[in-house]
Structure formats: structure tokens, C-alpha cells
């Protein structure tokens, strides 16, 4: 008996180049459906696009539903599409059952027979319309209030995926498939820095997501000078990295090793400590800088320059410092604030906060992540941040060739 549930779906762009067209083949055949190609036209140049219109056959409505739920993301919408549902959240915290789930690509709703843009693009969310059902924006599921109307299913939904096979001849066009310690260094650490040139001159943002092997490398200075010269906007971090910067400008010591000889001092154990005291009893980082205490480092120059930062804690911290948020979820809500007009991200030696901005990212926010460990770039990319590329070194001497790099290029 044939299949009686039926849909058609169509595709464009570099759907071939980008593997689109083979990923929504291979999704459909997966899940037990069939397809027949009824229209195909590939492009006749390298920037042409292509297109493919697709018959999809399933034996049952969920088979149907879950198949065009999968293809979604890789751009398939359907010929004929509706207006997105919505359902109304019935309590605080939680999505209505079905609720659509949220990719970090570029995503439209069509509302009123028009496609409009959902705003505050970030993976794993849900949608939510306005009340009066103009517009959309992704929302995180803590941040649901009974009453809301939530978009469910996967009619009127179109998502854009980032076009990967435009362009080949610059890093973020032709890297993010494989990390390797054998990638050429140089070409990756000067591209980099043409990206940070590149987003300052369009008078967009550079977010720098730092970990602790930042200052116990003796990268700290240069981070630092990074910040004094505008080069980064914007900074993440946890409680370590602060709390280890401020360290080395009150004793010259990270995890109580001298930067200047490599050697543990006298008492120095007790140096980190000491520092997250000095700065709680004057009340927090910028009063320690006011009341010159802190005079050098990554914390002083953010304050010096008026850049902005996020210090999410974590249940390892000592202390914390006064600043460090300690509500992982109001720490995730002070991030978002700061996205806005960020279109470049350098993460350098940290896992879990790499991971987690990751997670906030929309797709179109290029990123270079810098870790000694190969899994760290790998972790980022397996939950959904493909826009990252990935370079396998130490912070400092990292930091180093970038720092010579920008300052080469003005």
C-alpha cells in the first residue's frame, strides 16, 4: 500500500557543496520514509545556487512529523507552508509538549502569511511569539512565564544554515572540519587576527572567553595589553582566571609560582587567597582599581577601559571574588545581555566555559577556539558550535604570535 502521508519540501542555495542535500536524503531514509526527486537544478557557477524539490512518503503522521522535524535544520521547507503554531505555556519554566526546538542558525517564522525573523538566535531554546503576534525570539526554557505563546511543531518554520561552500580561501571557509596540532600555526594565528581587525573596523564586537592558563602561562600581560588596545570588548570568565590575574599583580605569582622565575615562593600557596580577601574587603574589582590597589592586569584594564565582564562561578571556586556570579542561571542571563553586536569569539584555554558560551552563540558568530587539548575544539563542535575553528597550543605562546600579529597589521 502507498504511503498516504505525504509532503513537499524544496531546498536552495549551495545545497550540494554544503552536503545539505545529502544530510535531508540520508535523514529521510533513516527514519524509514522515502522521497522522489521531482525538480533538481544545480548551479551553473560556483556562486549559483542550486535547488531540489522533494516528494516525502511516510506510513504514518509521526513518521512524517519527525522527518520534517530533522530536515528542518538543514534548510528544507516546505512548498506550501502555513503559519507557525503556537500553544500557550500553561506554567512557569517548562514549554508546551511538541514545543519547537532551536538550533543556533538563522531562523524565520512566517506569521500572518510573512516571514519574520526570530531575534535573539540561540540553540536549545524554545520561540515565543509576542502578544500580538508580530514577532518571535528564542527563549530559554527557565525563562517561560504561564501565559506565553510558545511555537510548536515544525509548520512555518525556515531555517537558513550558514552557507560553508561560498567562499574557500579564508580560515572560517575551509577549517572547521578536523583539529589537528599539525595545522599550519602561522596562517591560522594571522587570519585570527585579521578577523579581530576585520569585526573592530566594522564597529562590531570581540568576545574573549579566558581561562586560568592564561595568567599560569605568562600570557596575562598580553591578554592584558589586548584589552588596553581594543582588540577585545568584551570578556567571560570564571572566578580563576580573575582571581589568578589579580594574583600575579599583588604578588607576581600564579597558584603561588613566581611568573619571573618559575619557581614556587615562600607562602605562596596561600597567594590566591590572600588576593580574592584584598579585593573583598575593598568591594569588589573596580574599587580596588579606584582605590589603587590593582593597578595592572586583565581585571584593571577591563575596568580602565570600561569593557564589560562576566565572572560565572562555579562550585570549585575559593571565595568567590566580590564580582564572580554564583547563580549559574543568572550568570547565563548576564552573558546574553552581552552578546548583542558580538560577531567574533576567541576562546582560549578553558573547556567548560568554551562549551558553555558556545551554547549562546548564534551560528553566524565566527569562532577560534585555543586549547592544549584537541577534545576541548572537538566537545565545542560536537554540540553544535560548527562555526569554530580550532588550534591545538598553549595560551602564552598563542597569545604571543596574535599579539605580534595584530600589532604588525596596525
Not at 498516504?4 to 542555495?13: D, T
Not at 522515502?34 to 513518521?63: M, W
Not at 512548498?79 to 542558525?105: K, L, Q
Request: hydrophobic share 40%.
Amino acid at each position: 500500500m502507498p504511503a498516504r502521508h505525504v509532503e513537499h519540501v524544496e531546498l536552495s542555495g549551495h545545497i550540494l557543496d554544503s552536503l545539505l542535500l545529502p544530510k535531508v536524503l540520508d535523514a529521510i531514509v533513516t527514519r524509514g520514509a522515502s522521497y522522489e526527486v521531482q525538480e533538481f537544478r544545480v548551479g551553473r557557477t560556483q556562486g549559483d545556487p542550486s535547488y531540489a524539490r522533494l516528494e516525502i512518503r511516510a506510513d504514518s503522521q509521526p513518521q512524517l512529523d519527525a522527518v520534517l522535524t530533522e530536515i528542518l535544520s538543514h534548510g528544507a521547507v516546505p512548498v506550501h507552508p502555513a503559519d507557525c503554531a503556537a500553544v500557550v505555556a500553561d506554567m512557569d519554566g517548562a514549554f508546551p509538549d511538541g514545543f519547537y526546538c532551536s538550533t543556533n542558525y538563522r531562523t524565520q517564522v512566517r506569521l500572518r502569511g510573512e516571514w519574520v525573523e526570530v531575534e535573539d538566535q540561540e540553540m536549545d531554546c524554545g520561540i515565543a511569539l509576542d502578544p500580538v503576534g508580530a514577532a518571535a525570539r528564542c527563549l530559554p526554557m527557565v525563562a517561560v512565564k504561564k501565559g506565553d505563546r510558545i511555537v510548536v511543531g515544525h509548520a512555518g518554520i525556515r531555517v537558513l544554515p550558514e552557507d560553508s561552500a561560498t567562499k574557500k580561501h579564508e580560515l572560517f571557509e575551509f577549517m572547521t572540519s578536523a583539529v589537528s596540532s599539525e595545522k599550519p600555526k602561522g596562517v591560522s594565528v594571522r587570519e585570527i587576527a585579521q578577523a579581530i581587525r576585520r569585526t573592530r573596523a566594522a564597529g562590531e564586537k570581540v568576545l574573549a572567553v579566558l581561562g586560568p592558563a592564561v595568567v599560569h602561562t605568562g600570557g596575562g600581560a598580553l591578554a592584558a595589553g589586548m584589552v588596553r588596545d581594543g582588540f577585545i570588548n568584551v570578556l567571560f570568565a570564571g572566578n580563576a582566571l580573575a582571581t589568578h590575574d589579580i594574583e600575579q599583580a599583588l604578588y607576581g605569582t600564579s597558584l603561588g609560582v613566581s611568573l619571573e622565575h618559575g619557581l614556587p615562593t615562600d607562602e605562596g600557596h596561600e597567594h590566591h587567597l590572600r588576593s580574592i580577601n584584598t579585593v573583598r574587603r575593598l568591594g569588589g574589582i573596580r574599587p580596588a582599581v579606584e582605590a589603587g590597589k590593582l593597578t595592572s592586569g586583565i581585571m584593571y584594564e577591563c575596568v580602565k577601559a570600561n569593557v564589560p565582564y562576566v565572572l560565572a562561578g562555579s562550585i570549585r571556586d575559593d571565595g568567590p571574588l566580590t564580582d564572580v556570579i554564583t547563580d549559574s542561571l543568572a550568570a547565563q542571563d548576564a552573558m546574553r545581555r552581552l552578546l548583542p553586536g558580538v560577531r567574533f569569539c576567541l576562546m582560549v584555554a578553558t573547556t567548560l566555559h568554551s562549551v558553555a558560551v558556545g551554547n549562546l552563540l548564534p551560528a553566524w558568530v565566527k569562532v577560534a577556539c585555543v586549547d592544549i587539548s584537541p577534545a576541548t575544539v572537538t566537545k565545542l563542535m560536537d554540540r553544535g558550535s560548527t562555526q569554530t575553528v580550532g588550534i591545538v597550543s598553549d595560551a602564552e605562546p598563542f597569545l604571543r604570535a596574535l599579539d605580534a600579529e595584530l600589532r604588525r597589521g596596525g
